[in-house]
C-alpha cells in the first residue's frame, strides 16, 4: 500500500511540474526563445528535479521545449513555417466544419456566446483568448468527429501561443470580437455559407496579424 501511494505522490508530481510550465509556455508567461532554469522551476514549482526534467523532456517531444545537450532547456520558438501549417490547417477543416454544424448549433449556446463576447471589457486579454479557444473548439467537437479533433488537438498549444501573444494588441482584440460575432450571428440565421464565409475571413486576418506583430512582440522567429 505504501508503494501505491508514493507511486500516485510521484505521478502527482510529474503532472503539477508538467502541468505549470506547460500552461506558462501556451500563455507566453515564458516568452518563446527563454532558457528555462531548473532551480528557478523547482523553487517556483515546489518539486524536485525529477519531475522537472521529466516535464521537459514530455514538453520537448511536443514540440513546445528544446533541450540542447550542455546548454540547458529553451522554449520552443514558433517558425514562419510553423504559423503557416497552423493556418493551413484551420482554414481547411473549420470552414467545412462549420457548414456541418450551423443547421444544429444550439440556438441558446450561440446566444450566451454572442452575450459573452459581448460582454468583454476592451482590455479582458485573456477573457478573449478563453472564449477564443472555448468557441472553436465547440465548434470541432460539435462535429463529433474524432479523427478531426485529435488533428487539432495536435496543434492546439502552438495555436494557443499566438493567440495570446495577437489579443494582447487592443485592435486586433476588438476586430476578433466583431469577426467572431460575424460568425455567431450568421449560425444564428442558420445560414452555413455566410458563416463559413465569416469564418474565412477570421482566418484570414489572424494569419495576417500574426505577421504584423511589432519586432518586441514576435511570437515567431524567421526560419534560418
Known sequence: MRNDALARQTENLRERAYRIIKQRIISCQIVPGSALNERELVAVIGVSRTPIREAL??????????????????????????????????????????????????EECLLA????????????????????????????????????????????????????????????????VAEHLAVIEAMLARDSLRAQEAMREHLAQSRQAAFKLPDGQMAFRPLG
Open 113 to 176: 456566446y454572442k452575450r459573452a463576447f459581448q460582454a468583454l471589457d476592451q482590455d479582458d486579454y485573456d477573457g478573449l483568448v478563453r472564449l477564443d479557444s472555448e468557441f472553436h473548439s465547440l465548434l470541432m467537437d460539435s462535429a463529433e468527429n474524432d479523427l478531426i479533433n485529435q488533428v487539432m488537438a495536435n496543434m492546439f498549444a502552438q495555436n494557443q501561443r499566438i493567440r495570446f501573444r495577437l489579443t494582447r494588441q487592443p485592435a486586433r482584440l476588438q476586430e476578433t
Open 57 to 106: 523532456n514530455r514538453l520537448e517531444k511536443e514540440n513546445l521545449v528544446t533541450i540542447i545537450p550542455g546548454r540547458g532547456a529553451f522554449v520552443s520558438s514558433i517558425t514562419v513555417k510553423e504559423i503557416n501549417d497552423i493556418y493551413q490547417l484551420r482554414e481547411i477543416i473549420e470552414p467545412h466544419i462549420i457548414v456541418l454544424v450551423t443547421p444544429v448549433f444550439p
